[in-house]
T-cell receptor, first 113, second 114 residues
Framework: GDSVTQTEGQVALSEEDFLTIHCNYS??????LFWYVQYPGEGPQFLFRASRDKEKGSSRGFEATYDKGTTSFHLRKASVQESDSAVYYCALGEGTNTGKLTFGDGTVLTVKP | GPKVLQIPSHQIIDMGQMVTLNCDPVSNHLYFYWYKQILGQQMEFLVNFYNGKVMEKSKLFKDQFSVERPDGSYFTLKIQPTALEDSAVYFCASSFGQGGYEQYFGPGTRLTVL
């Protein structure tokens, strides 16, 4: 079945550091790709999505580019802040006939001031 | 952004009892979902509901599980009877469409089965 792999389980950075969280996917079709962020005590919040090859999604300084060739959707931010500390999930939506989201394991980001 | 509400935030029950988890989805959304997350594990899809019907369910959606949204009120997940392995956080989500549409999640209901 379809799957999402996030390489980093935990990332620890200082403010103004550059962030990369790696996300690779495996899907039989042409999925939509998403990034969600989850703060303690809350549900996942939609960050942004991309639906086709080479499309870039972005929000709040975070961005990722859909790469069908490498089956990747890596999350990047040029300068993190302490308030970015949260769990980040990469997810895929399998197609127009299903609403199911398949999530990665999540990456815990901790940003120190 | 749009808000999904879930009631209660925490429920503790004895094994074998029935439990109903309630979700108030975003008002103009048409598709509704339940996901399950066991502590420290992956978020997993349970079921997708549209136009009064279950559209898709995973193998985690056991026979003891049911969903409904009577007359546009709460979207509910009922478990009857509960088992120890049902202990988890259950997240409700809603979306306007399927596939490429973003889903909006509630804060979750933490279910503890003793």
């Amino acid at each position: 079945g379809d799957s999402v792999t996030q390489t980093e389980g935990q990332v620890a950075l200082s403010e103004e550091d550059f962030l990369t969280i790696h996300c690779n996917y495996s899907a039989s079709g042409y999925p939509a790709l998403f990034w969600y962020v989850q703060y303690p005590g809350e549900g996942p919040q939609f960050l942004f999505r991309a639906s086709r090859d080479k499309e870039k999604g972005s929000s709040r300084g975070f961005e990722a580019t859909y790469d069908k060739g490498t089956t990747s959707f890596h999350l990047r931010k040029a300068s993190v802040q302490e308030s970015d500390s949260a769990v980040y999930y990469c997810a895929l939506g399998e197609g127009t006939n299903t609403g199911k989201l398949t999530f990665g394991d999540g990456t815990v980001l901790t940003v120190k001031p | 952004g749009p808000k999904v509400l879930q009631i209660p935030s925490h429920q503790i029950i004895d094994m074998g009892q029935m439990v109903t988890l309630n979700c108030d989805p975003v008002s103009n959304h048409l598709y509704f979902y339940w996901y399950k997350q066991i502590l420290g594990q992956q978020m997993e899809f349970l079921v997708n509901f549209y136009n009064g019907k279950v559209m898709e369910k995973s193998k985690l959606f056991k026979d003891q599980f049911s969903v409904e949204r009577p007359d546009g009120s709460y979207f509910t997940l009922k478990i009857q009877p509960t088992a120890l392995e049902d202990s988890a956080v259950y997240f409700c989500a809603s979306s306007f469409g399927q596939g490429g549409y973003e889903q909006y999640f509630g804060p979750g209901t933490r279910l503890t089965v003793l």
